[in-house]
């Protein structure tokens, strides 16, 4: 029985969220509770943390008295780990050029590196896009909306 | 109480009409209209991302342009269903049943314009009810104590996590995450930081426009990303001549529409059951009382006419209660809350008084902006039917870049990209595990709130629990807060897999279609 119940999906989604719901009851615990009348910063989360645990203990019964489902991999069917690289990337490299060479590096990069993530992108179709959306972002939020982040710097 | 309505709504018209704010709420409604027609792209990640951009707007035009978002993206999304059969909106899944028969008949022109119709008169009726039943809401609210508040909130989430999409135990998982993040920052009244892991950062709390940008942005990106085909332009050749319905269309159309509109106001009173569930309910409803049901799936007029309606009349009138008692029945009236609050606007009961221009100017907006888009999807249909043609390969890196200047701009700190980051990854791990992350953010608007009011009672009645029993008003909704798990958890028993919101989605569709969040 274990064995199956290991393949169902939602016995990792049950138990995740009885673990988070453990620990956001340990971690509730170490700050004051007060009393009921007057309640400290912990009894709140306390209470939401074994509402949770409890809801996670459903779920993993559920997925205890179902019969096991056709598809039950967590993974979809098609796995782009490239994609899914590439669009998490993204952000990251915006994070990056942004801190060290300013805006528009940084918003080329955060467009070029996800669409290279599509199966059909070229690096050219990816660049031209890239350079369009840096050409009217850069108009709107730096001159339209002068949000305070230098076109171009070099370090710190 | 009728003159004093009608004298609101004048001012509001007065407010709405004012030129910026025509112009923030034609630009909310184009967007959104949009963002409705493209496929891949839904209301929520398109508010998130103009949220940020709305800090430098005044409230009421941030609003008008935010809420336009939401109810133009459903004029789009009809477009998407009826000509490719693509339920890429939720609410507008059931259209594809008989709306690209009808499409395939050669008649989708006839369809697409019965849907402004019936989406002008069930939005005309959302309002009208929004007018008259708002101002007597607000009234009985204004007597409740924190008590009162307290068990409504917990009506209003176990409604919003149960009853939208996915199992109702998940649903309510995810809203104790989202109450949990809410609580992310330093406590209100001792000033202690809880669960910030020492982060400085993260003393002020997570950003709502981090988390939904995260959530509705980049783990639907990394959803859909590769898993969109090529959609089938075939039948996209629409003018606007082809819009007329023909008399008989017109006819059989008409008491449906009206039936539609009937029940998606009735659906909208009701917490937490949005627009999707009014349509489906509707589409089953008229196939019941047909005289032909069998006919149903081959191209009804009346399968468009009514679940149409249906849809908005209930988005207009799920502004009822976010707007008459702060809250939110779903994720994208929990979001347009949180653009309220970022405004420094307490939302809440005295809203109306204290804000009249954001309450009535909304209402009236939402006629101009309805109009606005019979306007604009009916000589303009060519231009929205080459915007289904937009590949998904250019829109979600450009999403990316709005993703994360947005998410920047909000303090003006890189931190909070790299919060985005996490809260996506983590956002995808939820789908994956088959949680729908909706309620998180319904979770996370309200927690505050919920927190600050539990403590209030529970002060005031010196710490005896049973107090929310004790008051009449609160012992109600405690009472139907019952009702609604006893409920939810006998029909799980008695038929498992028989849920409306999972019943009728079409499965014959050719092309794996990601459904945007609603």
Redesign the interface.
């Known amino acids: 029985m274990f064995r199956t119940l290991v393949k169902k999906?939602?016995f990792?989604?049950g138990g995740?969220?009885t673990l988070?719901?453990a620990a956001?009851t340990l971690?509730?615990m170490t700050?004051?509770l007060g009393?009921?009348?007057?309640?400290?910063?912990?009894m709140?989360?306390l209470m939401?943390?074994i509402?949770?645990t409890f809801?996670?203990v459903?779920?993993l019964g559920?997925a205890v008295v179902t019969p096991l489902g056709e598809d039950e991999s967590?993974?979809?069917k098609?796995r782009?780990w490239y994609?899914?690289g590439c669009?998490?990337a993204?952000?990251?490299a915006?994070?990056i050029l942004?801190?060290f060479f300013g805006l528009v590096p940084?918003?080329f990069a955060?467009?070029?590196i996800?669409?290279l993530?599509?199966?059909?992108?070229t690096l050219k179709s990816?660049a031209i896009?890239?350079a369009g959306?840096t050409f009217f972002?850069v108009l709107l939020?730096s001159y339209v909306?002068k949000?305070?982040?230098p076109m171009f710097k070099w370090g710190l | 109480m009728f003159e004093t309505a009608l004298q609101d709504l004048w001012y509001g018209f007065g407010v709405a009409l004012e030129p910026h704010n025509v112009m923030w709420c034609f630009i909310g409604v184009f967007v959104g209209n949009m963002v409705g027609v493209l496929p891949g792209m839904g209301p929520l990640a398109t508010i998130s991302i103009l949220l940020p951009?709305t800090f430098?707007i005044k409230p009421v035009g941030a609003i008008l342009m935010l809420a336009g978002v939401f109810y133009g993206s459903q004029y789009g999304g009809a477009i998407c269903s009826i000509l490719l059969n693509l339920p890429c909106h939720p609410p507008h899944a059931v259209t594809c049943l008989d709306g690209f028969p009808l499409t395939k008949k050669g008649r989708g022109g006839a369809a697409l314009g019965i849907t402004v119709i019936s989406s002008f008169v069930g939005a005309s009726w959302g309002i009208t009810e929004m007018i008259f039943l708002a101002p007597i809401l607000v009234i009985v609210a204004l007597k409740f104590g924190p008590a009162e508040i307290c068990s409504l909130m917990l009506l209003g989430l176990l409604a919003g996590s149960t009853l939208a999409r996915g199992?109702p135990?998940?649903g309510?998982?995810m809203t104790?995450?989202g109450?949990?993040i809410g609580?992310v920052g330093s406590?209100i009244?001792?000033g202690?930081p809880?669960?910030t892991f020492g982060i400085p950062n993260l003393f002020d709390g997570v950003e709502i426009v981090a988390l939904a940008l995260g959530l509705f942005g980049?783990a639907e990106?990394?959803?859909s990303?590769?898993?969109l085909s090529e959609v089938d332009t075939k039948y996209t050749n629409v003018k606007f001549k082809d819009l007329r319905p023909t008399r008989d269309e017109f006819r059989r159309s008409i008491p449906a529409m009206f039936r539609g509109t009937l029940i998606g106001s009735l659906c909208a009173l009701i917490p937490g059951t949005g627009p999707t569930i009014a349509s489906f309910i509707s589409y089953a409803t008229e196939k019941k009382i047909s005289k032909t049901p069998e006919l149903f799936g081959t191209g009804m007029i009346e399968g468009v006419a009514c679940p149409e309606a249906s849809t908005h009349s209930s988005v207009q009138g799920d502004f009822i209660p976010t707007m008459s008692l702060g809250i939110p029945g779903d994720a994208v009236m929990a979001l347009i809350l949180g653009a309220l609050m970022i405004q420094g606007i307490v939302p809440g009961p005295q809203l109306i008084s204290e804000h009249p221009d954001i309450f009535w100017g909304l209402i009236a907006s939402f006629w101009i902006g309805n109009i606005i888009l019979v306007i604009l999807n009916v000589p303009m249909i060519g231009l929205w039917v080459k915007l289904l043609t937009i590949p998904?390969?250019?829109l979600?890196?450009?999403a990316?870049?709005?993703?994360?200047?947005g998410v920047?701009?909000t303090n003006?700190d890189?931190f909070q990209?790299?919060e985005?980051?996490v809260i996506?990854?983590v956002g995808?791990l939820l789908l994956?595990?088959?949680?729908h992350p909706a309620p998180i953010l319904l979770g996370f608007v309200l927690g505050p709130r919920f927190?600050e009011n539990?403590?209030r009672a529970?002060?005031i009645s010196?710490?005896?629990?049973l107090v929310f029993i004790k008051h009449p008003i609160s012992a109600v909704f405690i009472g139907l807060c019952v009702l609604l798990i006893v409920m939810q958890v006998y029909v799980r028993l008695r038929a498992p897999k028989s849920l409306p919101t999972e019943m009728a989605l079409p499965t014959d569709h050719h092309a794996k279609v990601p459904e945007a969040a609603e």
């Open positions: 999906r939602d990792y989604a995740l969220m988070l719901g956001v971690d509730s700050y004051t009393t009921l009348t007057h309640m400290g910063p912990g709140f989360p939401l943390g509402t949770l809801v996670g459903l779920i559920t967590i993974l979809p098609d782009e994609a899914w669009i998490l993204g952000p990251i915006f994070i942004g801190e940084a918003t955060c467009v070029f996800p669409a993530g599509d199966r059909t992108a990816s896009l890239a959306v972002g939020f909306l949000i305070p982040f | 951009l430098g199992s135990l998940k309510v998982a104790v995450c109450l949990l609580i406590d009244e001792t202690t809880r669960f980049i990106f990394m959803k990303v590769n898993q998904y390969k250019y979600y890196p450009s990316m870049f709005f993703v994360a200047i920047y701009s003006n890189m990209v790299g985005v980051i996506g990854v995808y994956l595990l088959d949680f927190e539990f403590r529970m002060l010196r710490g005896d629990i």
